[in-house]
C-alpha cells in the first residue's frame, strides 16, 4: 500500500474531537499544476471541510506561480495573486470551504528600500486585502543531500544589515516577518528578533528539529538543548511561536514510510512535548496551532492531525485552547 494514497490513511479512521471548535489554520501552501507538490485549492477545501471547524486559514509562501518574466524582485507577487484568485474561485463554487484570510509572501527583505516598497505593495495590491506579511526564510541546511525538502540561505543572513532594515520596515507597515529555520539556528532568528524589536516576528515548527542523516535517532539530545534555546527566543517580546510542522519527512519521525499512518494518540506520544514545552516558555496568547499541509501530510491526515491537536490542547483552560486554536492567529495576522 502506496504511503500518502487514499487507502494508506483510510487505515486510520477516528471520529472528530470536539468538532465545535473554531480553528484558524495559520500555514499552509497551494501549488498551481505542475508545481512542487499536487495541492491547489480544492486539495485544501476537501481537508479542511472533513468535521473539523475550520473558519479561516492562512497562506503561507512556498515558491509557487510566480512570474516567468519582469523584474527578479517582482516575481514572487505572482504567487499572491494565484493565490488570491483561487481563493476567490472556491468562494464561488464552494462557499462552505474556509476563507483564505491572509497571504504571508516572499520578497527579498535585503532589496534596497524603495524596491522593498514596491515589492510589498505590489503584493498588497495582488491579494485584495489578504496581505499580512512576509516570510524570508532562515533555512540553511547543513546536510542537504540527506534531505527531502532542504533549506538553501545563505549563511551570515542574519546578521546582514541590509536584511534587518528589512524586517524593520515590515514592521514599520504592519507586516509580520515569518521565519522557517532549523534546531541549530534558533539564536540567529533571536538575533533577527533584537534588530527589529518593533516587528512581530512568527517562528515556525519549533524551529525544525531535524531527524535524518547526523541527527537520525538524536530527537533526545536536539531536545535537551532545543529547550535552552526556545525559552532564551521566547524572552524576546516580538517573537510568537507556530505549533506544528513536525511531521515533515526531515524531522525523522518516518511516518512517511511506514505501513500506515499514526493515529492521533501515536503522534500525540511522539511530540506532545515538544508543544508543552514551547507553550510553557511563549504562554498560550503567544502560540498558534498549524498544519503545514501539505507537508505534514506526508505522514497522516488533516482530520488526524487536528485530534492530535486538540489532545494536546486538553491539558489547558479554555482560554488558553482559544488562542492556540484560533485568537492568537487572529491577533497576529489581523485577520
Known sequence: MEPGSAE??????ED???PGREIVDPHHHLWPDGGALPYGIAALSADTIVGHNVAETVFIEC????RTDGPDHLRPVGETSFVADS??????????APTIAGIVAHADLALEPAQLDEVLDAHAEAARGRFVGIRDALARAVEPEVMTIAGAYPEGKSSDPAFHAGVRRLGERSLTYDSWHYHYQLTELAE????????TIVHDHFGTPIGVGKFAGKHDEIFAQWQVDTAALA??????????????PDNGFGWHTASRPPTSDEFVEAQARWYHHTIEC???????????FPVDRFSLSYLVLWNALKKIAAKYSESQQADLFAGTARRVYGL
Open 192 to 199: 533577527v528578533a533584537d534588530a527589529a524589536p518593533d516587528t
Open 16 to 18: 472528530v474531537i470536539d
Open 8 to 13: 494508506w490513511f483510510a487505515q486510520v479512521d
Open 63 to 66: 515558491h509557487a506561480g510566480y
Open 87 to 96: 481563493d476567490d474561485e472556491m468562494r464561488k463554487a464552494h462557499p462552505e
Open 282 to 292: 511563549f504562554g498560550a496568547e503567544r502560540c498558534m496551532f498549524e498544519s503545514n
Open 235 to 248: 524572552e524576546r517580546p516580538n517573537v510568537v511561536a507556530k505549533l506544528g510542522g513536525l511531521a515533515m
